[in-house]
């Protein structure tokens, strides 16, 4: 079986729903002959159609807003927005409508949308097409916040994700868009929403990151085994609702956590890690819970990011210091 | 100096429909769904619609209902726009909509608990496909395009029948992009659209003067490559008679509308407005002349169709209507707390269970 890339996975997904189910209707900018422009949907309008892999006109807010009354009527409409830099005029109809539908209708009518879009820093694009601004969305009651991080699991979390009842916003991390290839049959099988993944078993300390972080804090781990430490790598892959358990099962052994985003710090994800941790197992920790993450400034322009995305030095360095801080306190 | 010569290379037209005149006189021969019995079956409607509203700001000022925003005045165009459109077609409202929505079947408990705060209101037991009524602006007409995108996909590729959705909005809307992002996907997808915009005049204290620098609202359609009617909004045969062509065309595969109903609100924005810090009294006294209940009911007077007997008759029947939607309301327990995750997820996820817990033991 040939080996695929994770935007490949994404577009065996695609086509694997609109194969099984003619509800599903993909459509964005340039998703037509022009496969998307990063190829997300490369053959679909070949394969399905132009009545169900359209282009539309230039207008974020529209891709947004038609999705609900799409969705309504019982079509499966999976939008793509270009760069989640131009996600930002979506916000309104995502906030005020695909989130709230079934609940202001009372169950009445729903919103199964997938609201795709690459995102993430780090392949040296112009300002705007490097954002990671996923804390957004998490805020929103009603809401699923996937983030796959590997082929597989973006073949296996998009089919959840179209066949889920309520709205989700897919966030697909484009630094590894090809980083790696899989071998990612095409079975249908979906993998579970809501659910974290453990990438890698350690019992010294525990790493929770997501989407191309991960590629860094997988590294971490790997010179952190050289040094005799043993991280357990979580991947939460829905970072809303969050799978805290997997995360205090981990501490169980490890009691003690760092957190990974690329995402500016000040009210990211890893905060509500935090949160939940202290609030769930702080008698499991020997130190605080360490972020590493994007600082809090503007993602800057590409010459500089390398400075603001989470590397391996600073995961390792923050890994020693919790460590450090245990061992201080004699745990 | 240089003076460049240009060819004439497109021009458009808008034009405006109207049958009945401030005075209640025909302008010209009425259309032939203008029976005398649809023509009175509007006028009770319109009736029941201003009662409904003026009900509901009676009870919003002695604390038995929330923030109301009545559409005193406009009665006309949401009974035309009702009454155009086929059960199976789907209505995607704003929030102004009483008289439409009571066309659609929505009962008057129904439009009361919306605005008595509680979602259970837009859990429409009739017009189950209509959508709930939207409060951003405009946002509902996009909404629209997308269920009409669905509608022609379902009648072309599922085997479903021609269904039209229709979009209703204020004169507001149409300075918003959700409008115009709206009507230029209509028109290049070529979807059962109609879009009808409730020209009121005032977008709570904007005067429509100050809204855009267009002549009319109507002529925003030409940008989209849709046509676009401007209508008298207190004639109802003008309206409906619109609505219903818009909806045909659109059924037929012609593709989507615009319609600019040009009415008056009578009433403040909502309950929670006082429309005299802007308003001048001369320009509502002036607008109350061309409302169009009196209109209606002058007509059918000197047509022969209504009188004081008729009039008492149809006070007395929708006084109980009436009632008994109130009575509905009021009785109405109030939904229990947890109601609040029930319908948030198809299923709630297990990392909100506690929090569910915690209000199901009273918060």
Known sequence: MAEITLVQAVTQALAHEMQADPRVIV????????????????????????????????????????????????????????????????LDHILSHASRFRNRTRGRLSCPIVYRAPYGGGIHAPEHHSESTEALFAHIPGLRLVVPSSPARAYGLLLAAIRDPDPVIFLE????????????????????????????????????????????????????????????????????????????????????????????????????????????????????????????????YYQLEDKYLPGVTRIVTAVKEVRDYAKGRGL | MHKPRMQPLASFDIAS??????????????????????????????????????????????????????????????????????????YCPNYRETGALLERGVAIEEIYAIWGGDERGQNFRHAREDLPLS??????????????????YKNAHLNEPARVAVASGGDGATSRGDFYEAINLAGEWKLPLVV??????????????????????????IAAGIPGLQV?????????????????????????????????????????????????????????????????RTYLDSAGLWGDNQEEELQRELTQTLEKGVRNYKETPKDAATAMFDHLYAALPEAFLEQYQQLQGGG
């Open chain 2, 232 to 296: 008298d909004g207190n004639d109802v045969i003008a309206v409906r008679q619109a609505v219903a062509e818009a909806v045909g065309l659109a059924r037929n595969g012609g593709g989507p509308s615009l319609i600019e109903a040009v009415s008056y609100r009578l009433c403040d924005h909502t309950t929670a407005d006082d429309a005299s810090r802007y308003q001048s009294k001369e320009t509502l006294r002036d607008a109350w002349s061309r409302e169009p209940l009196v209109r209606l």
């Open chain 2, 17 to 90: 429909l109207q049958y009945l005149d401030e005075r209640g006189q025909t302008t010209q021969t009425l259309p032939d769904f203008a029976t005398p019995d649809a023509l009175v079956a509007h006028y009770r409607q319109m009736t029941l619609t201003r009662m409904v509203d003026g009900r509901a700001v009676k009870m919003q000022r002695t604390g038995q209902l929330g923030t109301y925003p009545s559409s005193l005045g406009q009665e006309a165009i949401g009974v035309g726009v009702g009454a155009a459109m086929g059960g199976e077609d789907v």
């Open chain 1, 173 to 300: 991390p484009k630094r590894i868009y090809r980083a790696v290839r899989q071998e990612v049959p095409d079975s249908g099988q979906a993998l579970p929403l809501d659910r974290a993944f453990v990438l890698r078993e350690g019992g010294d300390i525990t790493l929770i990151a997501w989407g191309a972080a991960l590629k860094e804090t997988l590294e971490a781990a790997e010179q952190l085994a050289a040094e005799g430490i043993q991280a357990e790598v979580i991947d939460p892959a829905t970072l809303k609702p969050l799978d805290i358990h997997t995360v205090i099962d981990s501490l169980e052994k490890t009691h003690c956590c760092v957190v990974v985003h690329e995402a500016a710090r000040f009210c990211g994800l890893g905060a509500e890690v935090v949160a939940q941790v202290n609030e769930y197992a702080f008698d499991l920790l020997k130190a605080p819970v360490q972020r590493v993450t994007g600082y809090d400034t503007v993602m800057p």
């Open chain 2, 135 to 152: 409060v951003p602006i405009a946002t509902q007409i996009l909404h629209g395009a997308g269920v009409a995108f669905a509608l022609k």
């Open chain 1, 27 to 90: 459509y964005g900018e340039d998703v037509g002959i022009n496969g998307g422009v990063f190829r997300a949907t490369e053959g679909l309008q070949e394969r399905f159609g132009g009545a169900r892999v359209i282009d539309t006109p230039l207008a974020e807010t529209m891709i947004a807003g038609i999705a609900v009354g799409m969705a309504a009527q019982g079509l499966r409409p999976v939008a793509e927005f270009q760069f989640m830099g131009f996600i930002y005029p979506a």
């Open chain 2, 196 to 221: 009808v915009i409730n020209n009121n005049q005032w977008a709570i204290s904007l005067p429509r003067s100050e809204q855009t620098a267009c002549k009319t609202l109507a002529q925003k359609a």
